[in-house]
Every structure is written in structure tokens, then in C-alpha cells.
């Protein structure tokens, strides 16, 4: 019996191991970036009170102080699944690197099926699992815990191609509701999953089988096909606009117009071409810019040729056949969101996350017709009959596809290697951030972020150079200045960080991080009268923080010794700290009894900690349970006050 590793038997195990090989490491690695703030600092899916409402808000509710979304990105089932994992896990990253290692690892048995359902060669479809399985530019969605939306539409995705693909052949209700199900766990993952049903639609009109029908017979094919996906697609967005207010995005305040965001297209099409086929440039940040002027005219036409040559290349695939077709098609749809830059900030509108899915269609019509090369040669040969199938292996052909496996596993084991170093750029932020201005010096961002993590692990120095390079490169980089008038502030240069800050407040009137330093850096210089001016501002200007400044104007009241005033400003945002109890605010009630204390109005003081009472009845965080025992202890003190 002769042993065929390309065969599901063996290509699916060795699949499994090389994802181990790559990804191993990862699971020792923390939460970095956005996973404190979506996991560690996200009361709405640590509270099942809140479960409804992360639910039917955007991911970064957790951050406003009322229903006001704070983003364009409503993914509930997304959301749902960071409420499973820290009911299983809490905040222990371990079992949520664990988790995404699953989700990729269906991922890629998904994809495996589905290139087998397209008629791949056996061997193109082991080695394109293989290389997709331990790819470097996976590292962002599946290392990086935030990074986990892109695998749920993976699953969903390729659940829903290969449920459809089996329906085509024996059309059934049942197929046709499951291939939708899938989709929609897809769609309500991550919006980018729109694309979909056009995929769905070009595919149907191209695959072979329709070639001889009518066009017009074709069409409605291809419509039919599509249908139930498009309302899927109608339905999530239909749900996003009413409960987010939000239809198709807004574009990023610094957004490019139309004609750079076409001007940009070979650039980012080529970029991420390079990141596929030669992921020797991994990192958390790429800036898309434009070269040095020596090399100005060479930069400005080399994607355009590039792009064309590929082009060219695709012209020609596409002619090979429907695995070819189906292959250029998910590469070029699924990767079609990314390409509008509009949405993304400067320095990060391309990543390589955005590749997850499209590097599989890539890779797809590569190694496809890298066999197909293999067997031509052995056809030239006469070891194979030009009659072959492909199904039957002949010695030739078992030739050929060995070889092309064995290539394919040399070079998924050397990607694997490349993973598995690249993921320990993700341990912690420090590391992720200083990866990133080494990979790119010339990035303000990710010298910036350097600099951040240099200044949160107390290396003054270290955080200096990288601040100073971030303003050489931006000299009006916000977040920069602010952070060089903290440390300004810190070594005592309090008239430097005023400056700073002022001047940030008034070229960007509604930044919260600037109001919020400029205020503490007066409050303690005990100008107290300046910085509930400085409040009182950002109250009006800053969308969305109104109990947060308003708690800030008590406790600068307070400190100022007017206890009359600190009560005033209690008392206004206590409906909204009652009505959102989780919101972060909850220690204000407790600083409104306290001062009730303060000017003789103790049943009042009660009142407020007796209410404190009833909010935290049902307290699980250690801020929430001091709360409630400092009420206890309140209310005692109060009680043997009035008995005496």
C-alpha cells in the first residue's frame, strides 16, 4: 500500500502539528494593546447584567458613560465569544491563546475541505493547510487575542463555502439554511464579512458546470446563490443601524480622498502580494508611505509594474480552471474592505491580520498550479497519461504530487520557524513596541508606542529617544506632545507640560486624554479655581463624559475646600451613575455621603449609602466590594452618631 501524506489521513495531523510548531510559544505571551482595555478593563462582559447590553452595543461600549456608540464596529458575536472565554478564563491569558489556537486550528481543517471540495490536486490542497496553518502572517489574528474576530469569520466563512459547495452537487433546504447559519456567524463576527455573497455570486457564475447555460440562465444561477447571503448581509445591517446609529462606517478623520484611496490600490495590493509570498517583514505596524525622493520615480511606477506582471499571471490562471478561478476570486473579494483606506488611521492602513483569509485564495492559485508545473513535467516524461485523473495516481503523478509535498512541508516547517520567532514579539507590549520601531524607524506610531512602554516600565531614557524620534519624524504627533508634557511634569517642568497641553486643547478642542492631564497638572498646583475651568470645558466638549467630568469638577471642589460646590456636582450626574451602575462612577455615590457627612446632612448621607447598598447587592469586582463595605461602615457610624 503506498503511504500518500497529501491524503486527509496524514495532511490533516500534520496540519494539526505544524500549527503546534508555530504557535506553542504563544501560549506564555500576556494581553497586549487593545486586550487590557476589550477584556481587562470591559465591565460589560464581566457582569451578566451587562451581557444584553455589550451585546446590542458597539465593542468599545464599555468606554461611554451612556448608549452614545463610541465606534463604527458592532460585532455581537465577537463579543460573545470574549464573554464565554473570561467566564472560562477570567483575566489568565493562557486560556485564551488556547481558544484562538482552536479556532485557527478549524480554521484551517475547514479550509482544507473546502479546497478538496473544489477538486484541488490532493497535493496542492495538503500543502496550501500546511502553509496556511503555520503562515507568520497569522501571528496578528491568532497570537494576538484581540486579534480572535478574524478567526470567527474564518469559521464561519469556510464553514458556509463548504456547506455550499456540497449543496451545489445535491442541492437540499437544509444545505442551503446551514451554508446561511454559517454566514451569519461570520457576518455578525466582523463587517468585512460583506463580501461574501459577491463571492458567492462570481463564483457560481464562473465555476464550471454553468459555462454552457445562457447568460441570462447563469445570472439568475448566480443570483439565486447569492440571495440568501445578501440577506443576511441586509439583516446585520439593518440591526447595526438601529441599534448603533451607524450604516456603513464612518471614514477616519484624517481619511485620503477618493482618487488616493484608487492612487493606493496597486501599492496595497502588491504589499500584501510580498507579505504572502515572502513574510520576511512581519509586524504589528506598516506605514504606507512613499519612498525616499532618490528613489521617488523608481517607487512610483515599480507597483504599478509589479501589479501588472501579476495581472498578467492571474489572466492566465484563470483560464486553468475553476480552483484557479475560485482561488484569484477569495483573494481578490476578501481582501477588497482592506483596501479602502479611508477607514484606517495614517500609519495604519495596512496589517497583516487583514490577510487571514485572503492569503488562503493566494495560496490556492500558487501552489495549485505549482502542481499542475509538476505534473506537466512528469506528463513530458511519459510517467502520466494526459487521460489521467486526478483522483487515480499513477507513478508519475505520485511523483510529482511527492515532490511538490514534500517542498510544500520544507516550507511550511520554515514558516512555522518564522511564526514561532515573530510570536515572541507579542509576549508583552514592551516587546510588541519595540519590534515595531525596529521593524520601521521611520514609523511615528510605532516610535511613539515605544515610547509609551518605555515610560510605563520607568526607563526615562530610553522613552525620551523614542518620544524625540516620534516628534522628529511628527513634529505635531498629539499623543506625543502630551506624553512629553507628562514627563515634563514629572521632573518638575510644570510651565513646559502647561504649554504643551494648552495648546493641545486648543488645536484639538474635544481631546479627553489633554483636558484630563491639564486638569490634574493645575489641581496639584492647587489652582483649583483654573482646573474646574479646564473641567468645565471638557464637560462640554468632550462627547460622552459628562458624569466623568462632572465627578472630576466634585473632587477638585472638594480638595478646594468647598464642600457646598463638591455636593452640587455629586448631585448632578448621580441619576446617570444609577441608571449605569457599572459604568465606573459607582464611587461617587460614595464621596456624595461622605460629604453629606461633612455639612451636617446626615439622613441624606443615608439615603446615598443605603442606595450604594442596593447597587452593589449583587457585587463580584474587588472595587464594587469595598464600595459596599465602605457603606456598611458608614451607615454603623451614622447609627451610633444618632444614638449618642
Excluded at 101 to 111: N, P, R
Aim: aromatic share 10%.
Amino acid at each position: 500500500m503506498t503511504i500518500q501524506p497529501s491524503s486527509p489521513r496524514f495532511a490533516l495531523p500534520i496540519a494539526l502539528l505544524l500549527i503546534g510548531l508555530a504557535f506553542a510559544n504563544a501560549l506564555g505571551g500576556g494581553f497586549v494593546h487593545d486586550d487590557h482595555r476589550q477584556i481587562t478593563d470591559n465591565y460589560l462582559i464581566q457582569h451578566p447584567r451587562s451581557f444584553a447590553r455589550a451585546l446590542a452595543r458597539d465593542v468599545w461600549a464599555f468606554k461611554a458613560e451612556d448608549d452614545r456608540p463610541i465606534s463604527n464596529y458592532w460585532r455581537p458575536v465577537f463579543v460573545a465569544w470574549l464573554i464565554f472565554n473570561y467566564q472560562l478564563f477570567g483575566t489568565s491569558p493562557v486560556g485564551w491563546h488556547v481558544t484562538n489556537l482552536l479556532l485557527h486550528a478549524a480554521v484551517t481543517l475547514l479550509a482544507y475541505g473546502v479546497a478538496r471540495r473544489l477538486r484541488a490536486p490532493p497535493a496542492a490542497a495538503a500543502v496550501v493547510a500546511w502553509l496556511f496553518a503555520a503562515h507568520p502572517a497569522h501571528v496578528e489574528s491568532v497570537t494576538w487575542v484581540s486579534g480572535s474576530p478574524d478567526l470567527l469569520v474564518g469559521v464561519g466563512l469556510f464553514g458556509a463555502l463548504r456547506i455550499w459547495l456540497a449543496n451545489r452537487e445535491r442541492p437540499t433546504g437544509t444545505g442551503l439554511f446551514a451554508a446561511a447559519a454559517c454566514f451569519t456567524v461570520a457576518m455578525f463576527s466582523k463587517e468585512s464579512a460583506a463580501a461574501f455573497p459577491l463571492l458567492i455570486f462570481a463564483c457560481e457564475w464562473t465555476l464550471d458546470g454553468n459555462a454552457v447555460a445562457r447568460r441570462a440562465v447563469r445570472l439568475r444561477r448566480a443570483l439565486a446563490a447569492a440571495a440568501p447571503h445578501l440577506v443576511v448581509v441586509g439583516m446585520y445591517f439593518g440591526l447595526r443601524f438601529l441599534l448603533i446609529g451607524d450604516l456603513l462606517g464612518r471614514p477616519h478623520p484624517q481619511a485620503p480622498p477618493w482618487s488616493a484611496v484608487a492612487a493606493n490600490v496597486p501599492k496595497l495590493l502588491v504589499f500584501y502580494m510580498r507579505q504572502v509570498l515572502l513574510p520576511f517583514w512581519m509586524s504589528p505596524l506598516h506605514a504606507l508611505r512613499d519612498a525616499p525622493s532618490a528613489l521617488g520615480p523608481v517607487w512610483k511606477w515599480a507597483p504599478p509594474i509589479v501589479l501588472v506582471v501579476a495581472v498578467f499571471a492571474a489572466a492566465r490562471c484563470w483560464r486553468r480552471g475553476p480552483v484557479h478561478r475560485f482561488g484569484l476570486l477569495a483573494f481578490v473579494l476578501l481582501l477588497a474592505p482592506a483596501l479602502n483606506i479611508r477607514a484606517f488611521p495614517p500609519e495604519e492602513r495596512v496589517h497583516d491580520r487583514y490577510l487571514y483569509l485572503p492569503l488562503w485564495g493566494l495560496l490556492l492559485v500558487v501552489v495549485t498550479r505549482i502542481v499542475e508545473w509538476l505534473e506537466a513535467f512528469a506528463r513530458r516524461d511519459g510517467k502520466v497519461s494526459s487521460s489521467s485523473p486526478r483522483d487515480k495516481a499513477e507513478p508519475g503523478m505520485v511523483v510529482s504530487g511527492g515532490a511538490a509535498v514534500l517542498a510544500g512541508l520544507l516550507a511550511a516547517l520554515g514558516l512555522a520557524a518564522l511564526t514561532a520567532l515573530y510570536n515572541r514579539a507579542w509576549t508583552d507590549d514592551r516587546t510588541l513596541w519595540a519590534w515595531a520601531a525596529a521593524a520601521d524607524p521611520r514609523s511615528a506610531e510605532a516610535q511613539f508606542r515605544a515610547a509609551i512602554g518605555a515610560h510605563r516600565d520607568g526607563r526615562l531614557k530610553s522613552a525620551l529617544t523614542h518620544l524625540n524620534e516620534t516628534l522628529r519624524i511628527e513634529a505635531g504627533h498629539i499623543d506625543a506632545i502630551i506624553l512629553r508634557a507628562r514627563m515634563a511634569a514629572d521632573r518638575g517642568d510644570t510651565a513646559s507640560a502647561e504649554q504643551d497641553l494648552r495648546r493641545i486643547v486648543g488645536l484639538v478642542p474635544n481631546h479627553e486624554s489633554a483636558y484630563d492631564r491639564l486638569g490634574a497638572l493645575l489641581v496639584d498646583q492647587g489652582r483649583f479655581a483654573e482646573a474646574r475651568a479646564v473641567f468645565k470645558q471638557a464637560r462640554r466638549d468632550v462627547p460622552g463624559r459628562r458624569v466623568k467630568y462632572g465627578y472630576n469638577l466634585a473632587v477638585t471642589a472638594f480638595l478646594a475646600g468647598d464642600l457646598t460646590a463638591a455636593a452640587a456636582a455629586l448631585e448632578s450626574i448621580r441619576p446617570d451613575v444609577e441608571a449605569n451602575p457599572q459604568g465606573g462612577f459607582l464611587d461617587s455615590l460614595a464621596r456624595l455621603g461622605e460629604v453629606y457627612e461633612r455639612l451636617g446632612r446626615p439622613s441624606e448621607a443615608r439615603d446615598v449609602y443605603r442606595r450604594l447598598m442596593v447597587l452593589t447587592e449583587s457585587a463580584e469586582s474587588p472595587k464594587s466590594l469595598r464600595l459596599r463595605a465602605e457603606a456598611v461602615d458608614a451607615l454603623e457610624r451614622l447609627e451610633q452618631s444618632a444614638r449618642q
